[in-house]
């Protein structure tokens, strides 16, 4: 029998978005029982909180960061809209369940706010299968896909706050051995703990990406050089003494280099990877900063 292959994340993300559209189409069949034989639709509808009681409020919910990442804009007016529209349905409910017939006006906001509720979800929806394209499957990390931009940006950032840009690439030491020895699946359990171990120890708004093969590329902001050397070394002795998936350990050398105005992230990088270099060359399991500076 033939192994089904496991999910991606997206997929999975995917499949939840689109179950909980449906259901939120669904609740429509019990409006129009409501209209016709006058039997009340439920909490989900009837409620101020509606909004926040559906199937498809409450899910949004639990997913608002992932779609603010995608288009923090555009999630906004899909809140405005989802709850304009249980206003809206739940006035003409209300109306119905009293004798009295819904007003045309309700009618009309339902219907416009749904229509442009489902355009900007169907926006979404096409936003998160392009983002996944960008994201490497294993580590879950963006791939080099807009670096540049994230760099420039970045530069603008310490130029405002006076704060300085390092380009930094993260290698695992020794993991062709890990590989050879253990097998490629045990190569890529390294290298998913350590992103995840990454994600989770450097500060959120510095960009974290999978640069190729066994590196990363880390783009850190800090307040001073010291500063700088400290989170660095801190990186290196957390991923040192944390437990992979392998009897050995799997510590990272890192390579730095400290943007210069005017600098493109080209030249950040080929300075940031002789640092590594050097560090690899002088032991491994360590950080160094680029001879440029």
């Known amino acids: ?43 989900d509808v009837m409620s101020p909180d509606a909004h926040k009681l559906c199937r498809f409020g409450r899910w949004f919910i639990l997913s608002r960061k992932h779609f603010d990442e995608l288009d923090a804009e555009v999630v906004q007016h899909v809140e405005v809209l989802h709850q304009t529209m249980h206003d809206a349905i739940r006035s003409i409910c209300n109306n119905v369940m009293k004798g009295a017939p819904g007003k045309l006006s309700d009618l009309d906001v339902f219907e416009q706010s749904q229509s442009e509720l489902l355009t900007l979800l169907a926006r979404l929806k096409t936003l998160t299968l392009s983002n996944a394209v960008r994201r490497d499957p294993l580590t879950g990390l963006p791939l080099r896909y807009g670096i540049e931009r994230d760099f420039l940006l ?92 392998i009897a050995d350990s799997a510590p990272v050398t890192l390579g730095m280099a400290k943007v210069s105005d005017e600098e493109d992230i080209s030249g950040a990088i080929k300075r940031a990877d002789l640092a590594l270099y050097r560090g690899k060359k002088s032991g491994r399991n360590r950080y160094v900063i680029s001879a440029c500076e």
């Not at 994340?9 to 016709?36: G, P, Q, Y």
């Not at 890990?178 to 450097?202: C, E, F, M, Q, S």
């Not at 510095?206 to 990186?235: K, N, T």
Request: aromatic share 6%; net charge negative; proline share 4%.
């Open 154 to 245: 970045c530069m603008k950032d310490a130029t405002r706050n006076h704060t300085l840009l390092y380009v930094v690439m993260i290698d695992v030491d020794h993991f062709k051995l890990i590989n050879d020895t253990h097998g490629h699946p045990v190569g890529d359990l390294v290298l998913r703990h350590l992103a995840d171990t990454l994600k989770h120890n450097l500060r959120t708004n510095d960009p974290l990406y999978r640069y190729g093969g066994e590196e990363f590329l880390w783009l850190m902001r800090c307040e001073s050089v010291e500063a700088a050397h400290e989170s660095a070394q801190r990186i290196v002795t957390i991923i040192q003494s944390t437990h992979v998936p």
């Open 1 to 43: 029998m033939q192994e089904l292959t496991p999910k991606t994340e997206t997929e999975i993300f995917i499949i939840e978005f689109d179950a909980a559209m449906e259901a939120h189409m669904e609740w429509t069949r019990r409006i129009l029982r409501c209209a016709v034989l006058q039997i009340s639709p439920g909490d």
